[in-house]
């Protein structure tokens, strides 16, 4: 038996799916290169994502120039006239980076709170906390308006806003602190 008997013979059995695989076949073929030529066009897509202060330049640019925030008062280590009313005002600084900028920022806020006569000092740092950010004073809750307890927070909370120093003052409710006292939590700049 020869090749074309036998084909001959098996026609029917041999092409009967013949109708199904070829369309099929020239439709994935298509598929194929549309998809080969739709990734060829494609171009990639970069997500920047960049955090900066005092920025000038720009992603579009190709180029960001990007200022170390430096923060300071201006009173340097001279002592401010509108915290020397509170003189038996006690102040505990916690910071919460090991930035230089904080470090830095921290011992100008402590210097002046000594200049101006409060019993301020560094208590404790709690470096890889990075729950505050900016300046967070907090005073007891338990305190009512008029209290030295809370009017010398507020002028030194008035203090550094007017310096363009990010502040908040808030009240402790869970942890009262002693009556003239006050927490100072420095962070790093938002």
């Known amino acids: 038996m020869t090749i074309v008997d036998w084909i001959s013979k098996n026609v029917e059995w041999l092409f009967s799916g013949i109708a199904i695989t070829v369309p099929l076949a020239v439709l994935g073929w298509f598929a194929h290169c549309r998809k080969k030529r739709n990734a060829g066009?494609?171009?990639p897509s970069i997500v920047h994502s960049v955090t900066s202060h005092n920025q000038s330049g720009g992603?579009?640019?190709h180029t960001v120039n990007v200022q170390e925030v430096r923060r300071s008062l201006s009173s340097g280590n001279a002592g401010a006239p509108q915290l020397a009313r509170f003189p038996a005002t006690s102040a505990f600084l916690h910071r919460y980076s090991e930035l230089p900028e904080v470090g830095s920022?921290?011992?100008n806020i402590l210097?002046?709170?000594r200049n101006s006569g409060w019993n301020a000092i560094?208590?404790?740092?709690?470096?890889?906390?990075s729950s505050i950010v900016n300046v967070v004073i907090?005073?007891?809750a338990a305190l009512e308006a008029d209290d030295q307890s809370i009017d010398a927070p507020a002028a030194m909370e008035k203090l550094l806003a007017g310096e363009g120093i990010a502040v908040q003052t808030t009240r402790l409710a869970h942890n009262p602190l002693p009556k003239n006292s006050i927490y100072i939590r420095v962070g790093p700049v938002a």
């Open 41 to 43: 066009e494609a171009t």
């Open 59 to 61: 992603i579009t640019a």
């Open 105 to 107: 920022f921290s011992a």
């Open 111 to 113: 210097q002046m709170l």
């Open 122 to 129: 560094e208590s404790a740092s709690h470096i890889g906390d």
């Open 138 to 140: 907090q005073v007891n």
